[in-house]
């Protein structure tokens, strides 16, 4: 990105058309609290090529993901994308297009947000899956938005299995339109949570994440029970979308709506995103579905076609109508899921995930042997937490100087709460070897 900075003569011009005297002038109302006095502590200026040594040095210091044994899950895992998703993304027509506002002459994008579709819906077990959101976090706010809207009601109950940066962006949502949220404590895995007794006559829905923020794996249908019975909606979250090829869908066990991250499905880390968000529910909730629904049809010569069904977003509809205003999709990334997906078919996607299961397991029984190690989860399926006899930070920074990277201490995400500062949330998946895991048990012997 060019930095072309303004001169003086170009400062006085803007402030004069904006009608203020000085810079201080145009940010009066910011708070003197909020404001920086003096410069950043950073060098005066420096030359082009001594830019590029600096940035250099200070990019050497990191440890790529890659290149070392990597072990880091916590809501976005490191799978084997094929080099032939990004070839394809990659492709003009593609990498270019964007939203279809005229959707009779952007019958490609239709098409592959189609099969997108068909595929969530597959997997999930659920009837009908929009055209995508931006992640699962910012899906499970819309989810919860679209159960207050189709129940009347306007409490949720979040689960302590629930991400928390999940659980912070329904919590943003809900208090700037006044909503009331209950988010439980974090269920660890060596605990019983009783969210079946939080659920009133007052409750929209349940908020419930399997795998689990632990990795704990969790039978939905006693709670979809004792939702519905209360005339409730169940919310399913699903971090893990590999999952979905080795345990029962969601759908499949009463959930009502559901939400995944479908980053683990041709989308590599990419240092945190873009990501792409799947959510689908059942067909009788679908005018209450945010974003946008794709179908199929025939022209007037009978041929097969592709037709924008529902767009119910602040773009195509009045903002006080929409459900949404969430004004994009992840349209490129939903791509690489399809492609992906369809280059592992429906055995190739179950052959993924008991790949991940069994070396998950794997490596829980080599980190069990270690002395001070204890594996506090009864099911999960790539992915699980380990009590260590030291504070979990600590000993990922040491596995980190060994060429191991460890895992996610549980007091990264969950600051303050003193019962997970020993607590390692560690995940494994195909990219991981045998000699990787191996590794890792050496390193942690070392250190602990």
């Keep these: 990105m060019r930095y072309l900075p303004l001169t003086e003569t170009d400062r006085r011009e803007m402030l004069g058309v ?17 404001r920086r006095e003096g410069l950043v502590d950073l060098p005066r200026r420096k030359g082009e090529l001594e830019v590029e040594r600096i940035f250099s040095r200070m990019a050497a210091k ?6 070392a044994p990597f072990f880091v899950g916590g809501g976005a895992y490191r799978h084997h994308v094929p080099a032939a998703v990004d070839h394809l993304i990659q492709r003009s027509e593609f990498l270019t297009s964007y939203t279809p506002y005229q959707p009779e002459i952007a019958q490609g994008t239709l ?56 659980s912070a962006v329904v919590k943003n949502l809900s208090d700037f339109a006044g909503y009331k949220l209950e988010i439980m404590a974090p269920a660890l895995p060596d605990t019983v949570e009783d969210i079946i007794s939080h659920i009133t006559d007052e409750t929209s829905c349940v908020v419930v994440q399997t795998p689990g923020f632990f990795g704990e794996l969790h039978d939905l249908r006693p709670i979809a029970e004792a939702a519905h019975a209360k005339g409730a909606l169940l919310i399913a979250v699903v971090p893990e979308i590999v999952s979905l090829g080795a345990v029962t869908p969601p759908g499949e066990m009463g959930a009502d709506i559901v939400v995944a991250e479908g980053q683990s499905i041709g989308n590599g880390l990419n240092f945190g ?13 679908v005018r209450q579905m945010p974003g946008r629904l794709c179908g199929e049809t025939v022209d007037a010569d009978g041929k097969r076609g592709f037709v924008l069904t529902l767009s119910t977003r602040e773009q195509h509809i009045r903002r006080e109508k929409a459900t949404s205003n969430i004004c994009t999709n992840s349209g490129l990334c939903c791509l690489a899921f399809t492609i992906h997906m369809s280059l592992l078919g429906e055995d190739g996607y179950a052959q993924l995930a008991r790949i991940n299961h069994a070396a998950a397991v794997s490596l829980a029984e080599k980190l069990a ?37 460890g895992g996610v201490p549980a007091s990264r995400l969950l600051p303050g709460v003193k019962e997970v500062e020993d607590l390692l949330i560690v995940a494994s998946t195909e990219i991981n070897t045998d000699a990787d895991r191996a590794a890792y048990q050496a390193a942690l012997k070392e250190v602990l």
Aim: proline share 5%.
């Design 18 to 34: 904006i009608g203020a005297k000085n810079v201080d002038e145009l940010f009066r109302d910011v708070p003197e609290s909020a």
């Design 62 to 67: 990191n440890v790529a993901a890659g290149s």
């Design 111 to 166: 098409q592959y947000l189609f099969e997108f579709q068909t595929q969530v819906a597959m997997i999930t077990g659920m009837d009908v899956a929009n055209a995508s959101m931006y992640d699962a976090s910012t899906g499970c706010g819309e989810a919860v938005l679209m159960a207050h809207r189709v129940t009347k009601r306007r409490k949720a109950v979040l689960s302590g299995t629930l991400h928390p940066q999940y």
């Design 273 to 285: 995103g873009p990501y792409v968000g799947l959510f689908a529910t059942r067909e009788k909730y």
């Design 369 to 405: 042997s270690v002395p001070g190690v204890e594996i506090l989860n009864k099911a999960f399926f790539n992915e699980f937490t380990m009590r260590l006899p030291k504070p979990a930070a600590e000993v990922v920074d040491a596995l980190a100087d060994k060429g191991v990277l």
